[in-house]
């Protein structure tokens, strides 16, 4: 059985003697939780405290979270190593080892690494190969294999080229004693002489690792360099893992090789927002945690939710009822009585069908500061406030057209700007800032995507030119326009620049300046919807759609996140029916804790819920049966003692 604890907890020396597991739900407090005990490891604690070297590490999901303790941690940071999984075996385990990383390709791959160049991981948001010329790539192939075929490949397949993580994991010794090629995963239309070689190319020469890859070698590495082992365990006395029901297997032998012996292993996590089986991660990864060794593994549970109302917290345990492990209680703090009465007062509401009333009830909520969650993309374009059914349309085409690319476009336009018609679409809009706002300092901004300006060239006449151009580019555009397609708004901005009366600006901008708005690499069916995209549209997209402050989401992008009012959206995927699961099963019995997709459904159906602090709206399709709501919800407050207030508007 689990001991209840708090979110403000501090571990005592015994309790640093062993492992620790800690069930923790939405808005439990675990960054709280692991931040103070942090603290209180590098202040008191003889294995770090005393040392110059020694630190403890904390692994997270992602970069995000990484900031967010960095952040909490402040003057403590100096004694704290925080890392993403990746992050930690790219700075720890295969930047210092890198010849055993090269001895294990050539022992398992027999493939020499060519130069000494060092090994590290593909960039995030880019294709393993990008920026790389496709004819390299052949030259490289048939050079290594003496063949005269005219290949073809596109860099997307090559790219694809990896280890078999999943055979490894089935059978490490059958793995091992497979031919080297087929211990790589690749597309059927690779010719099997040509799958060595086009890794071989990957590691040799572009000298990358994939993201899966990163995780092999550094199991292996340590798996096989005892030293590297050794030197880790030394230097991380005890390691927390944050959201652990987000790891996949290889990740979990990882950290348990660490804490077989001397360092102590902390995990925290909740199986019931284990919403990541695409990328291997499974529930039973931390339902299951045990470790070997010489320390013993104590469990542990926070049952108090600090974000949301008792109704809230009451309606999400009646969606987790299956989960033994945890069953939360409302903390909520509230600035005074009056607060309290209003916030607990307030019902889960039911939203059913696609009426003008449903529809209006929806705007005003992200109106007021709401936002909908819903499970693709493709859902969550359908609520943008103010456009069309068409333009919709376009954004759903322009986003499913990346699906199987390695580019995030949501990330992309967020922070990355790896997308050629992302930047264009930047630049003019950081160009119609400035001028509506008057801030100059956003004109430079916009330029500065593609060219490093120098200050000194820029003179009054040059501010001039620029007021100019602006006047004649966007006098008649406003947030609403609909009459104008941005990339249309881009192109008048090409052939006006051209004009010899901006001859100053270009003196700044370098000779030929344009913003161009397509590569070659993109396709025929991507261009004709950006193309489509009208100036609204596209501005929404950047900056209340895919944006720090976005109104619409995933339910995998608000992992984490919280707001007063949420709307969520979820439906099973009817297409394909792989989510083997209905809603009115789902409220029927719900069920999370399997590792089917039914359960995974409930599980992110559970976390969108979770993420509202006052006010959860739950919009339903047209026809759904209220009464499903009424017998469930009223079961579970009889067999429960919960009360849950709901209403249908």
Known sequence: ????????????????????????????????????????????????????????????????????????????????????????????????????????????????????????????GLGILHGIDKADIFKYITDKTAEITELSYSKKIMGDVQVKITDYLQDATLFASKKADEKLSASPKIIDTHILPIKAYIWSVVKKLTHDEILYFGYRILERNHTALYATRVKFPFIFVDEFQDTNPLQTMLIKLIGTKSTVIGIIGDIAQSIYSFQGAKPSQFADFAMSGERELAQYVINDNRRSTTNIVNFCNYLRQS?????????????????????????????????????????????????????????????????????????????????????????????????????????????????????????????????????????????????????????????????????????????????????????????????????DADKDDLKANVLSLNWQTSYKLFTEVFSAGSKYMTVHQAKGLEWEKVVVSLTPNKASNKDNITLEVMYSKPCLLEEQSAQEFTRMYYVACSRAKEDLYIHLPNGFPSNIIDNAIGAFIEKSGQQIEFEFI
């Not at 003889?46 to 110059?52: I, L, Q, T, Y």
């Not at 009056?338 to 909520?365: M, T």
């Not at 901004?445 to 000194?456: L, M, Q, T």
């Open 1 to 124: 059985m689990a001991v209840e604890i708090i979110s403000s907890d501090i571990f005592t020396p015994e309790q640093l003697t062993m492992h620790s597991k800690i069930f923790a739900g939405p808005g439990a407090g675990k960054t709280h939780f692991l931040v103070e005990n942090v603290k209180n490891i590098v202040t008191t604690h003889p294995f770090v405290a005393k040392s110059r070297t020694r630190k403890v590490l904390c692994i997270t999901y992602t970069n995000a979270a990484v900031d967010e303790i960095v952040r909490r941690l402040d003057r403590y940071a100096d004694s704290v190593e925080i890392h993403t999984i990746h992050g930690f075996i790219i700075e720890h385990i295969i930047k210092p080892f890198q010849q055993d990383l090269r001895e294990i390709i050539s022992e398992e791959f027999g493939i020499t690494l060519d130069g000494k160049g060092q090994i590290t991981s593909q960039v995030e």
């Open 323 to 519: 989960d033994p492990n945890v069953s939360q209680c409302s903390r909520k703090p509230y600035s005074d009585d009056a607060a309290k009465l209003k916030a607990e007062a307030k019902k889960v509401h039911f939203i059913i069908g696609e009426s003008d009333a449903a529809k209006a009830q929806i705007a005003n909520i992200l109106a007021d500061g709401g936002v909908v969650l819903t499970r693709t993309w493709a859902a969550a374009f359908s609520y943008i406030r103010g456009i069309t059914p068409e333009q919709v349309a376009c954004l759903k085409k322009i986003y499913n057209s990346y699906y199987t690319s390695p580019i995030d476009i949501r990330r992309d336009i967020e922070e990355h700007n790896f997308v050629t018609w992302v930047k264009a679409f930047k630049c003019i809009f950081g160009l119609w800032n400035g001028y509506r706002t008057g801030a100059f300092i956003d004109v430079l901004k916009a330029f500065s995507i593609y060219v490093d300006i120098n200050h000194k060239k820029i003179t009054p006449k040059f501010i001039s030119l620029i007021k100019k151009l602006s006047e004649n580019l966007f006098a008649s555009l406003n947030e609403n326009t609909t009459d104008k397609i941005t990339a249309h708004v881009i192109e008048n901005f090409n052939e006006q620049i051209k004009d010899e009366q901006y001859a100053k600006l270009i003196d700044v901008l370098g000779a030929g300046f344009k913003i161009p708005i397509f590569d």
